[in-house]
């Protein structure tokens, strides 16, 4: 049985730090690229960031370009949001998703993702 598991989201205020976390089971961790959602209320869930299954290529939406970072550990099965410099617009429930897909490129399509964890709040108060 597959779980992606998110952790690290809460209440910050504007201009600070978040570091979300992604811990998988149950599937061939290395081979899926990662990717983090988010979910605003009465809003579509839409793409943030995506790591190929190397860690070798990242891409981001243009609206976090240069504030968020994703890394993953292949050995530890575990991807990583770093977020800085949050606005409020990035409150959301952030979601961590895995794709099988093997391409050098992530994708960024949410109904390319087979996976998903349960989300995670994240509220950044102005």
């Known amino acids: 049985q597959v779980q992606l598991v998110e952790s690290g989201g809460g209440l910050v205020q504007a201009g600070g730090s978040l570091r979300l976390s992604c811990a998988a089971s149950?599937?061939?961790?290395?081979?899926?690229?990662m990717g983090w959602f988010r979910q605003a209320p009465g809003k579509e869930r839409e793409f943030v960031v995506a790591i190929s299954w190397s860690g070798g290529n990242a891409y981001y939406a243009d609206s976090v370009k240069g504030r968020f970072t994703i890394s993953r550990d292949n050995a530890k099965k575990t991807v990583s949001l770093q977020m800085n410099s949050l606005k409020p617009e990035d409150t959301a429930v952030y979601y961590c998703?895995?794709?099988?897909?093997?391409?050098?490129?992530?994708?960024?399509?949410?109904?390319?993702?087979?996976?998903w964890g349960q989300g995670t709040q994240v509220t950044v108060s102005s």
């Open positions: 149950g599937l061939s961790f290395s081979s899926y690229a």
């Open positions: 998703a895995a794709d099988s897909w093997f391409g050098s490129s992530p994708r960024k399509a949410v109904d390319e993702y087979d996976y």
